[in-house]
């Protein structure tokens, strides 16, 4: 028996802590699909390419909380500063930059996370620690005044081995619970896909990002 969008969505949901927020991952997944998850009660979607999220955001519902989880081009950031909810993988200070550019043409704050490097994989993006840390203590931060560094994200070795996983995700959290006593708000730390957000979650993640198990196997587009 196939089961669909709704009952996968409440089998997931089921298992998750109430402070830890569902990202439906949606990308390449048609307007029907999100249309279907969408009445299920999810609200909150990722995409990893801002084209696709611009049509999709003209398509769906305003209630929709977009988030870009995407490893982010500057040049297109204008595309989405007016509507977008979260970007999750910020890995330069130019990048802050521009965001904040960006929406301050729109007269919004962006909420935004910082991408940590936690992977073994060289194809992972992401900042080092000591970066993330001389970014936020920096006086050139405060006076983007049109972002919000709320959290932080990493992405795990895409990997069976559960011991290499632990040690990723728990290193991000512990340098993100050491953060947050400086920085309190550092409210939101996201990590974790289909495969992993139950390991994800024993660590500390607040927020998860689940496509596949919610909408089947991606249909990649070339």
């Given at each position: 028996m196939i089961t669909g969008i709704k009952e996968n969505l409440q089998k997931i949901k089921s298992t998750l802590p109430e402070n830890?927020?569902?990202?439906a991952v949606s990308k390449t997944k048609p307007i029907a699909d999100i249309q279907e998850a969408y009445d299920a009660g999810q609200r909150v979607f990722g995409e990893n390419k801002i084209q696709e999220m611009v049509a999709k955001y003209d398509e769906l519902p305003k209630d929709i909380k977009w988030h870009m989880i995407g490893h982010l081009q500057r040049n297109?950031?204008?595309y989405m500063a007016h509507f977008v909810d979260l970007i999750h993988g910020v890995d330069s200070f130019k990048t802050l930059k521009e965001i904040n550019k960006q929406a301050k043409k729109h007269n919004r704050v962006i909420n935004c996370l910082l991408q940590a490097r936690i992977a073994k994989e060289d194809t992972k993006f992401g900042l080092p620690f000591e970066d993330?840390?001389?970014i936020l203590a920096s006086e050139e931060l405060k006076e983007l005044e049109n972002i919000k560094i709320v959290g932080?994200?990493?992405m795990a070795t895409f990997t069976d081995n559960q011991e290499q996983l632990q040690e990723e995700f728990s290193s991000l959290a512990n340098f993100f619970n050491k953060n947050q006593e400086n920085y309190p708000n550092l409210q939101i730390l996201s990590m974790g896909m289909s495969g992993?957000?139950?390991l994800a979650i024993k660590n500390g993640s607040?927020?998860?990002r689940i496509g596949s198990?919610?909408?089947g196997v991606r249909n990649y587009i070339a």
């Open positions: 830890v927020t569902l990202v297109k950031v204008k993330i840390e001389a932080l994200m990493g992993d957000y139950e607040t927020m998860v198990s919610i909408f």
